[in-house]
């Protein structure tokens, strides 16, 4: 594995791969790695030659400081894990690499895809920030596929749309969410949940469950789902922020569970937020 | 010369050159070809191997409908001129190819760049849909150089901004303006100069020429440059929308001439919207 922190080296390293028709993945983390990234990193050495891991927390998509200056860095453990699931490029750009004086570009993913959940709770900054640093990172590396996570399932909606909208020549795949064995999500954050919070942290998938539940049990109104989901989260003394029943390509409201349907949840767990969402297939 | 009016059937067309490292070059135009277009194209085909004119009337560019309603098309003489000029692949898409359904992705490149002149006049909407459109043709097509008049100043900063910012791997080629034998820069909207508008117009290569002089003459303030310029448009009849005097680079309006600078000016003549700009070299 290599490891490259400009754009000019790693447009270098990559060229003999390119010119000879060797496919490219990219997967784009903010570090701190674990079991899902590896997941996504497995998935791009099964699929492509080249398995660039881009390693970069990204300033402009943090809504809070103290998120930003909380969340966990550790290069040298994340570049032993990446190597061992398959990762041939290391691209650990600086912020002043990615962001150099001047920089006043803004990519704006407009309208209900961002508008909702996490844009109505983060603040339209969030997606513009994740928007803007994803259409670079997918210029810089130029990778065939691009992996990304379902746990962001509307994270992964907007980059979808960007990548069809401004015809970036990449495919995005987007993989399951891997969880712990007690059903928590796997997240970079997780290290921060300590003592009992690690255990309410459990109310997202119990949430989650009780929904799918119910839709299983032959519920099809998505207010009683919703109200399902919300109870279950009770026992573990955690208010969620949104708890949404929506359409997973367009984000809107459900009324009734006529189709395929994600349930989607955010909730802080002591200092922790989280969130987590299942895709229920639709029961028709 | 092949025309193909689809992205798929442009990447499909040059897939071998890529692959072959055969050098490709692109021409972003709204059609209605002049000898400025023209001569970018010969830049192009000096330049590179494989020459892509796009010609692509933007709409989200037009801050009035009725300009864009009498922005002059013909399809078939610009493929004549293109291909004489030594264009290979004439790009053509459809609105509804740039613009399907459900598009809503805005690129936007803030700040002084995009708040002043043009954008001051024009609306915030201008650059942003020049922006977003020059972000999916480097992205369609892919180029190593694309190729943009000096006429239209501004927008070469804005794009050679964005590229930088987003990290388009593409090289920006500034070619210099071309002119008619009495000094009107070319236009495609010159069409629509009828009469004594025609010789109105020359009203803006009076104004720079004037500046031009006054700084040939040993002036040093800006102000003083300016007003000479805008006395020159007095025997025209012609008012400017605006005059500046600004750092070719950053477009900060100048008080002293101490450094290349940027003399730049719109105005309407009957009913048609001219802008014009000279680049007048350090007098130090």
Redesign the interface.
Known sequence: MRTVRT?AEL?ALLLPDR?A?RRIGLVPTMGALHDGHLSLLRRAAAETEVVVLSLFVNPTQFDEASDLAAYPRDEAADAALAEHAGCTVLFAPSVHEVY?D??????????P?TGTLEGAHRGAEHFQGV??VV??LL??V?PDVAFFGQKDAQQALVIR??V??????ARIEVCPTVREADGLARSSRNVRLHGEDRDRALALRAALRAAEDAVAGGERDAAAVRDAARAAMTPFSVDPEYLAVVDPDTLVPRTAIDGDTLVAVAARVGEVRLIDNTLIPSPR
């Open positions: 754009v447009r010119r028709g150099p001047g920089f006043c570009t803004i990519v704006t993913v407009d309208g895809l928007a803007t259409t670079k210029n810089m130029g749309r960007l069809r909208d401004l015809d970036i020549p």
